[in-house]
Protein backbone atom coordinates (compact mmCIF):
# COMPACT_ATOMS: atom_id res chain seq x y z
CA UNK A 1 0.00 0.00 0.00
CA UNK A 2 2.54 2.58 0.95
CA UNK A 3 4.51 1.04 -2.47
CA UNK A 4 1.42 2.03 -4.42
CA UNK A 5 1.07 5.60 -2.60
CA UNK A 6 4.47 6.47 -3.36
CA UNK A 7 4.17 5.61 -6.65
CA UNK A 8 0.75 7.86 -7.58
CA UNK A 9 2.66 10.53 -5.68
CA UNK A 10 5.52 10.07 -8.08
CA UNK A 11 3.30 9.93 -11.13
CA UNK A 12 1.18 13.06 -9.58
CA UNK A 13 4.11 15.31 -9.70
CA UNK A 14 5.48 14.21 -13.17
CA UNK A 15 1.97 15.12 -13.98
CA UNK A 16 2.53 18.06 -12.93
CA UNK A 17 5.76 19.16 -13.82
CA UNK A 18 4.89 18.14 -17.24
CA UNK A 19 1.98 20.46 -17.23
CA UNK A 20 3.91 23.32 -16.05
CA UNK A 21 6.63 22.66 -18.50
CA UNK A 22 3.98 22.92 -21.29
CA UNK A 23 2.34 26.23 -19.98
CA UNK A 24 5.92 27.45 -20.12
CA UNK A 25 6.95 26.45 -23.44
CA UNK A 26 3.57 28.12 -24.45
CA UNK A 27 3.98 31.53 -22.75
CA UNK A 28 7.92 31.59 -24.74
CA UNK A 29 6.22 30.82 -27.81
CA UNK A 30 3.43 33.73 -26.84
CA UNK A 31 4.59 36.17 -25.23
CA UNK A 32 6.21 38.67 -27.42
CA UNK A 33 2.55 40.42 -27.90
CA UNK A 34 2.76 41.38 -24.17
CA UNK A 35 3.52 44.93 -23.79
CA UNK A 36 5.15 46.61 -20.41
CA UNK A 37 5.15 50.22 -19.19
CA UNK A 38 7.93 50.73 -17.41
CA UNK A 39 8.38 53.55 -15.15
CA UNK A 40 11.68 54.27 -13.86
CA UNK A 41 13.43 55.17 -11.07
CA UNK A 42 14.07 59.33 -10.67
CA UNK A 43 16.78 58.94 -8.11
CA UNK A 44 18.70 56.47 -5.70
CA UNK A 45 18.32 56.20 -2.04
CA UNK A 46 22.04 56.28 -0.29
CA UNK A 47 23.06 54.58 2.92
CA UNK A 48 26.22 54.37 4.29
CA UNK A 49 25.60 51.54 7.70
CA UNK A 50 28.89 51.06 8.68
CA UNK A 51 29.87 54.87 9.40
CA UNK A 52 31.21 55.88 12.79
CA UNK A 53 29.08 58.58 14.31
CA UNK A 54 29.59 60.45 17.42
CA UNK A 55 25.87 59.64 18.57
CA UNK A 56 26.19 61.84 21.44
CA UNK A 57 27.51 65.30 19.61
CA UNK A 58 25.36 64.91 16.62
CA UNK A 59 21.84 63.38 17.95
CA UNK A 60 19.78 64.15 15.25
CA UNK A 61 18.92 61.43 12.60
CA UNK A 62 19.49 64.15 9.57
CA UNK A 63 22.91 64.90 11.22
CA UNK A 64 23.86 61.11 11.38
CA UNK A 65 22.57 60.66 7.60
CA UNK A 66 24.53 63.90 6.37
CA UNK A 67 27.68 62.79 8.70
CA UNK A 68 27.40 59.30 6.64
CA UNK A 69 27.15 60.62 3.43
CA UNK A 70 29.84 62.67 3.49
CA UNK A 71 32.11 60.19 4.96
CA UNK A 72 31.47 57.52 2.77
CA UNK A 73 34.19 55.97 0.46
CA UNK A 74 31.94 55.46 -2.49
CA UNK A 75 27.88 56.72 -2.43
CA UNK A 76 28.68 59.92 -2.08
CA UNK A 77 30.56 59.86 -5.32
CA UNK A 78 27.74 58.20 -7.56
CA UNK A 79 25.90 60.15 -9.95
CA UNK A 80 22.17 59.30 -10.15
CA UNK A 81 21.82 60.06 -13.08
CA UNK A 82 25.07 57.95 -14.40
CA UNK A 83 23.70 54.65 -12.08
CA UNK A 84 20.06 55.41 -13.44
CA UNK A 85 21.18 55.31 -17.36
CA UNK A 86 23.01 52.23 -16.91
CA UNK A 87 20.40 50.05 -14.81
CA UNK A 88 17.45 51.73 -17.02
CA UNK A 89 19.19 51.30 -20.73
CA UNK A 90 20.07 47.72 -19.56
CA UNK A 91 16.98 46.67 -18.29
CA UNK A 92 14.75 47.19 -21.39
CA UNK A 93 17.44 45.91 -23.66
CA UNK A 94 16.91 42.94 -21.86
CA UNK A 95 13.29 42.97 -21.71
CA UNK A 96 13.36 43.63 -25.52
CA UNK A 97 16.33 40.99 -26.28
CA UNK A 98 13.35 38.31 -24.30
CA UNK A 99 10.62 39.61 -26.59
CA UNK A 100 8.49 41.80 -24.41
CA UNK A 101 7.18 45.81 -26.03
CA UNK A 102 8.55 48.19 -23.48
CA UNK A 103 7.15 51.41 -23.46
CA UNK A 104 8.30 54.61 -21.36
CA UNK A 105 5.30 55.96 -18.52
CA UNK A 106 5.27 59.46 -20.94
CA UNK A 107 3.07 57.35 -23.07
CA UNK A 108 0.81 55.97 -20.85
CA UNK A 109 -2.53 56.28 -22.85
CA UNK A 110 -1.40 55.09 -25.95
CA UNK A 111 -0.21 52.06 -23.45
CA UNK A 112 -2.94 51.68 -21.76
CA UNK A 113 -5.25 52.02 -25.25
CA UNK A 114 -3.79 47.98 -26.03
CA UNK A 115 -5.60 45.47 -25.55
CA UNK A 116 -2.45 42.93 -25.42
CA UNK A 117 -2.16 41.61 -22.13
CA UNK A 118 0.11 43.75 -20.43
CA UNK A 119 2.02 44.78 -16.84
CA UNK A 120 3.13 48.19 -15.36
CA UNK A 121 6.25 47.84 -13.97
CA UNK A 122 7.56 50.65 -11.75
CA UNK A 123 10.67 50.66 -9.76
CA UNK A 124 9.35 52.45 -6.66
CA UNK A 125 13.11 53.00 -5.12
CA UNK A 126 16.73 51.96 -5.23
CA UNK A 127 18.59 51.63 -2.78
CA UNK A 128 22.94 51.92 -2.98
CA UNK A 129 23.99 50.79 0.85
CA UNK A 130 27.61 50.67 1.26
CA UNK A 131 29.19 48.49 4.59
CA UNK A 132 32.78 46.21 4.93
CA UNK A 133 32.96 43.51 7.52
CA UNK A 134 36.29 43.41 9.06
CA UNK A 135 39.21 40.55 7.71
CA UNK A 136 42.49 39.56 9.70
CA UNK A 137 45.82 38.54 8.70
CA UNK A 138 48.56 37.22 11.06
CA UNK A 139 52.38 37.92 10.92
CA UNK A 140 54.99 36.93 13.23
CA UNK A 141 57.68 39.30 14.62
CA UNK A 142 61.98 37.58 14.52
CA UNK A 143 60.50 36.35 17.66
CA UNK A 144 57.72 33.98 16.21
CA UNK A 145 55.35 36.41 18.25
CA UNK A 146 51.91 36.59 17.04
CA UNK A 147 50.58 40.27 15.36
CA UNK A 148 47.12 40.53 13.68
CA UNK A 149 45.93 43.17 11.69
CA UNK A 150 42.05 44.11 11.00
CA UNK A 151 41.94 45.47 7.60
CA UNK A 152 38.08 46.10 5.58
CA UNK A 153 36.40 44.41 2.94
CA UNK A 154 34.17 46.85 1.36
CA UNK A 155 30.99 45.92 -0.42
CA UNK A 156 28.62 48.21 -2.17
CA UNK A 157 24.56 46.99 -2.38
CA UNK A 158 21.75 47.88 -4.76
CA UNK A 159 18.26 46.79 -2.87
CA UNK A 160 15.21 47.05 -5.85
CA UNK A 161 11.76 47.42 -4.67
CA UNK A 162 9.65 46.69 -7.79
CA UNK A 163 5.89 47.67 -8.23
CA UNK A 164 4.31 45.08 -10.67
CA UNK A 165 0.66 45.26 -11.76
CA UNK A 166 -1.44 43.51 -14.31
CA UNK A 167 -3.58 44.99 -17.05
CA UNK A 168 -6.34 43.56 -19.19
CA UNK A 169 -5.87 40.23 -17.88
CA UNK A 170 -8.84 39.68 -15.75
CA UNK A 171 -6.88 38.11 -13.28
CA UNK A 172 -3.89 38.80 -10.50
CA UNK A 173 -3.47 41.58 -8.24
CA UNK A 174 -0.65 44.40 -7.65
CA UNK A 175 2.76 42.56 -6.15
CA UNK A 176 5.75 44.46 -4.92
CA UNK A 177 9.19 42.78 -5.76
CA UNK A 178 12.31 43.09 -3.76
CA UNK A 179 15.59 42.19 -4.80
CA UNK A 180 19.13 42.69 -3.31
CA UNK A 181 22.77 42.18 -4.78
CA UNK A 182 25.99 42.84 -4.17
CA UNK A 183 29.51 43.70 -5.12
CA UNK A 184 32.88 43.51 -3.02
CA UNK A 185 37.00 43.58 -2.92
CA UNK A 186 38.06 40.10 -3.80
CA UNK A 187 39.01 39.00 -0.35
CA UNK A 188 40.39 35.98 -2.16
CA UNK A 189 43.08 37.15 -3.30
CA UNK A 190 46.64 37.54 -1.76
CA UNK A 191 47.19 39.13 1.04
CA UNK A 192 50.12 38.60 3.79
CA UNK A 193 51.69 40.73 6.49
CA UNK A 194 55.54 40.51 6.76
CA UNK A 195 57.99 41.78 9.22
CA UNK A 196 61.11 43.57 8.56
CA UNK A 197 63.55 45.31 10.36
CA UNK A 198 61.49 45.68 13.32
CA UNK A 199 58.39 46.82 11.48
CA UNK A 200 54.84 45.05 10.29
CA UNK A 201 54.28 45.51 6.47
CA UNK A 202 50.77 44.61 5.31
CA UNK A 203 50.71 43.19 1.30
CA UNK A 204 47.74 43.82 -0.01
CA UNK A 205 47.26 42.39 -3.64
CA UNK A 206 43.44 42.28 -3.73
CA UNK A 207 41.08 43.90 -6.35
CA UNK A 208 39.27 46.16 -4.58
CA UNK A 209 36.25 48.24 -5.33
CA UNK A 210 35.57 51.55 -7.59
CA UNK A 211 33.47 53.76 -9.19
CA UNK A 212 33.46 51.65 -12.55
CA UNK A 213 32.50 48.58 -11.11
CA UNK A 214 29.44 49.89 -9.72
CA UNK A 215 28.51 51.28 -12.83
CA UNK A 216 28.77 47.92 -14.15
CA UNK A 217 27.03 46.86 -11.41
CA UNK A 218 23.96 48.82 -12.15
CA UNK A 219 24.10 47.69 -15.66
CA UNK A 220 24.14 44.04 -14.49
CA UNK A 221 21.27 44.12 -12.08
CA UNK A 222 19.27 46.02 -15.09
CA UNK A 223 19.71 42.81 -16.83
CA UNK A 224 19.13 41.05 -14.04
CA UNK A 225 16.09 42.56 -13.55
CA UNK A 226 14.48 41.74 -17.11
CA UNK A 227 15.71 37.98 -16.74
CA UNK A 228 13.80 37.66 -13.11
CA UNK A 229 10.81 39.71 -14.28
CA UNK A 230 10.45 37.04 -17.45
CA UNK A 231 10.22 34.41 -14.60
CA UNK A 232 7.91 36.01 -12.73
CA UNK A 233 5.54 36.80 -15.36
CA UNK A 234 5.88 33.50 -16.76
CA UNK A 235 4.80 31.21 -13.44
CA UNK A 236 2.21 33.63 -13.12
CA UNK A 237 0.83 32.52 -16.70
CA UNK A 238 0.74 29.00 -15.56
CA UNK A 239 -0.57 29.75 -12.15
CA UNK A 240 -3.35 31.68 -13.80
CA UNK A 241 -3.54 28.44 -16.66
CA UNK A 242 -3.27 25.97 -14.29
CA UNK A 243 -6.04 23.66 -13.39
CA UNK A 244 -5.95 23.34 -9.46
CA UNK A 245 -4.08 20.03 -8.19
CA UNK A 246 -3.12 18.69 -5.13
CA UNK A 247 0.42 18.23 -6.21
CA UNK A 248 2.90 21.03 -5.07
CA UNK A 249 3.34 23.29 -8.15
CA UNK A 250 6.99 23.73 -9.52
CA UNK A 251 8.40 27.23 -11.06
CA UNK A 252 9.88 27.34 -13.77
CA UNK A 253 12.67 29.19 -15.50
CA UNK A 254 13.33 30.41 -18.89
CA UNK A 255 17.23 30.96 -20.18
CA UNK A 256 17.02 32.98 -22.95
CA UNK A 257 20.51 32.19 -24.33
CA UNK A 258 20.20 28.30 -24.19
CA UNK A 259 16.46 28.68 -25.47
CA UNK A 260 15.88 26.50 -22.30
CA UNK A 261 13.42 26.03 -20.04
CA UNK A 262 14.06 24.25 -16.26
CA UNK A 263 12.33 23.45 -13.35
CA UNK A 264 13.15 25.41 -10.48
CA UNK A 265 13.95 28.89 -9.74
CA UNK A 266 17.98 29.70 -8.36
CA UNK A 267 17.27 33.16 -8.00
CA UNK A 268 13.98 34.91 -7.60
CA UNK A 269 12.15 38.10 -6.06
CA UNK A 270 10.89 37.98 -2.76
CA UNK A 271 7.41 38.60 -3.30
CA UNK A 272 5.11 41.19 -0.75
Known amino acids: MIRTLLWFFLA ?6 SLERKLAREYVRNHHSVGIMLSPAEFIYKDNP ?49 GYHV ?15 SWIVQLSQLQLEEDYTPAYVYGYDDEDQEYVQEYKVNSVSLNSWTEVSPINSGKGARQMLYLSGYISDDAGQYISLEYYNGQFYLNDYRYTIDLDDIY ?56 Y
Request: charged residues 25%.
Open 12 to 17: TLLVSC
Open 216 to 271: LMAAASGKKHAELLTDYFMNDYIRRNLKKSNAVRKEMHYNRKLNKISAGLMERFEV
Open 103 to 117: TLDQAADQFLASHNP
Open 50 to 98: GALIDLQRYPERTQQDSIAFFSSQFIQHVSDSTFLTHFTNALIDELEAF
